[in-house]
């Protein structure tokens, strides 16, 4: 264990900063996020489970070229998501994400898209994180001065991935929820 913040361990139910901040009920669903986000990012790998933290490696390298071409592919499927989003209860949903009105700029349209809330036990989370990582802490700041996952927010994260120690389950879990928002904006279709 690294610091008080038992930032090592490999499960949510026992991290310090979790327990903290969420219920028992939030951290078995944040659990089914970490466990689904992990399965998609090592299976389109091609990876397996054997060590997760090659997975998120390799997303990130696959990732990391992607962005070169200026589009990025999560390569997640936004079916599963869905059926993952019914396996949570509304009160974790709703400790992480809200909805949100965007215009389609082509159609005019006005569609429906998910956000990370601004004032809930998710923010919480990542002020906490951001004191154990100042790339961490950038994220948190951005997202506080504007209320959204921004386009330099996206970068960076793309950018310093090295930065990051994958072996510390909460970055994982913020790894994840992160793309998680990215792919739901990107599929979501109404």
């Not at 490999?10 to 669903?29: A, C, M, V």
């Not at 961490?136 to 970068?155: C, L, T």
């Amino acid at each position: 264990m690294i610091g008080c913040s038992g930032s090592n361990q490999e499960n949510l139910q026992s991290n310090s900063t979790i327990i903290k901040i969420f219920n028992k009920s939030e951290i078995r669903d944040l659990t089914r996020i970490l466990e689904f986000f992990n399965k998609q990012i090592c299976t389109n790998q091609q990876l397996g489970k054997k060590n997760f933290n090659d997975c998120y490696l390799s997303f990130f390298e696959r990732m990391s070229e992607v962005e070169k071409i200026g589009s990025i592919k999560i390569k997640i499927s936004f079916d599963e998501q869905k059926k993952m989003y019914a396996q949570l209860s509304d009160s974790t949903f709703n400790q992480i994400w809200t909805f949100g009105k965007v215009v389609n700029r082509l159609s005019n349209d006005t569609l429906q898209q998910i956000e990370i809330k601004y004032d809930c036990k998710y923010v919480d989370f990542l002020n906490q994180l951001g004191k154990d990582y100042n790339v961490i802490n950038k994220y948190y700041e951005n997202f506080r001065s504007i209320g959204d996952i921004g386009p330099s927010m996206v970068a960076d994260l793309l950018i310093n991935h090295d930065s990051y120690n994958f072996k510390d389950i909460r970055v994982k879990l913020f790894v994840a929820i992160h793309y998680l928002t990215l792919n739901d904006q990107y599929e979501r279709k109404r």
